[in-house]
C-alpha cells in the first residue's frame, strides 16, 4: 500500500521555525516529484513548493521564498520542508503529495494539486503568539 505520511507540525510563535518530513512507505519516493500544500480553514489548497525526483527542479511560492527551503533524502526515503522566520498567515494543514511527472511539465505544473497522484493525511501547522 502507497502511503505518504507527513510529520513535525505544531504551535509555534511568529518567527519561530518548524521542519515538516514526508515519508514514504510502501515505495521508494526516487523515481516521485514531492509537493507541499497548504490548506487554511475556508481557503483553497495552495502549492507552497515542490521538487523533482532529482532535486533538480525545486520551486516555491512567492509568499514562501526565501523562508522556506525543500530537501530530499532517498536514501532516508523522506522529503523535508524547513520552514524558518514563520508568520501567522503560515497557519495552516500541510500536505505532501508524489507524482511521477517530470522535466518540462512537471516544472509547469508542480504546483498544482491535480498533479499529484498520491496524498498524506496532512499535518497542522499554527503560527501565533
Known amino acids: 500500500q502507497l502511503q505518504l505520511v507527513e510529520s513535525g507540525g505544531g504551535l509555534v510563535q511568529p518567527g519561530g521555525s518548524l521542519r515538516l518530513s514526508c515519508a514514504a512507505s510502501?515505495?521508494?519516493?526516487?523515481?516521485?516529484?514531492i509537493g507541499w500544500f497548504r490548506q487554511a480553514p475556508g481557503k483553497e489548497r495552495e502549492g507552497v513548493s515542490c521538487?523533482?525526483?532529482?532535486?533538480?527542479?525545486?520551486k516555491y511560492a512567492d509568499s514562501v521564498k526565501g523562508r522556506f527551503t525543500i530537501s530530499r533524502d532517498n536514501t532516508k526515503n523522506t522529503v523535508s520542508l524547513q520552514m524558518n522566520s514563520l508568520k501567522p498567515e503560515d497557519t495552516a494543514d500541510y500536505y505532501c503529495?508524489?507524482?511521477?511527472?517530470?522535466?518540462?511539465?512537471?516544472?509547469?505544473?508542480?504546483?498544482?494539486?491535480?498533479?499529484?497522484?498520491?496524498w498524506g493525511q496532512g499535518t497542522q501547522v499554527t503560527v501565533s503568539s
Open positions: 503529495a508524489a507524482t511521477k511527472l517530470s522535466g518540462l511539465a512537471l516544472y509547469s505544473f508542480c504546483m498544482y494539486p491535480s498533479t499529484y497522484d498520491y
Open positions: 510502501g515505495f521508494t519516493l526516487d523515481y516521485y516529484a
Open positions: 521538487t523533482s525526483s532529482s532535486g533538480g527542479i525545486t
